[in-house]
């Protein structure tokens, strides 16, 4: 038992000192791809493309995604089992499918 609990507080330890932006320097690719897709999409759902209104749409469509992904990253963390980059990043990736497939059908 005690070697348990001192290996599963180890292992949380390890999470909690991960550098924040590990998840970003861990998964360029997958930032890269996200970045791109997100520029399709807002470009295919605005009505007039401007850089601004870009800028705007990108940012807020990134931020809709990671919103979501926080719901899950607290929960984990709240029971002591927190996610890793890998898992981050696919929430990510499920919270901006759910906007982009909204602003696609719409």
Same mark, same amino acid.
């Given at each position: 038992?005690?070697?348990?609990? &001192?290996?599963?507080?180890?292992?949380?330890?390890?999470? &909690?000192?991960?550098?924040?932006?590990?998840?970003?320097?861990?998964? &360029?690719?997958?930032?890269?791809? !996200?970045?791109?897709?997100?520029?399709?999409?807002?470009?295919?759902?605005?009505?007039? &493309?401007?850089?601004? +209104?870009?800028?705007?749409?990108?940012? +807020?469509?990134?931020?809709? %995604?990671?919103?979501? %992904? !926080?719901?899950?990253?607290?929960?984990?963390?709240?029971?002591?089992?927190?996610?890793?980059?890998?898992?981050?990043?696919?929430?990510?990736?499920?919270?901006?499918?759910?906007?982009?497939?909204?602003?696609?059908?719409?």
């Amino acid at each position: 038992m005690v070697q348990f609990v &001192i290996t599963d507080y180890l292992s949380f330890e390890k999470h &909690i000192n991960q550098h924040p932006m590990k998840i970003i320097t861990d998964h &360029i690719l997958w930032w890269i791809l !996200l970045i791109v897709a997100t520029a399709v999409v807002s470009a295919v759902t605005s009505y007039q &493309i401007t850089p601004a +209104g870009m800028l705007t749409s990108m940012a +807020g469509h990134l931020a809709f %995604a990671v919103g979501i %992904a !926080l719901v899950p990253w607290i929960v984990y963390r709240l029971f002591g089992k927190p996610l890793n980059t890998e898992q981050m990043m696919a929430t990510i990736t499920v919270g901006w499918l759910i906007l982009a497939v909204a602003n696609l059908s719409v």
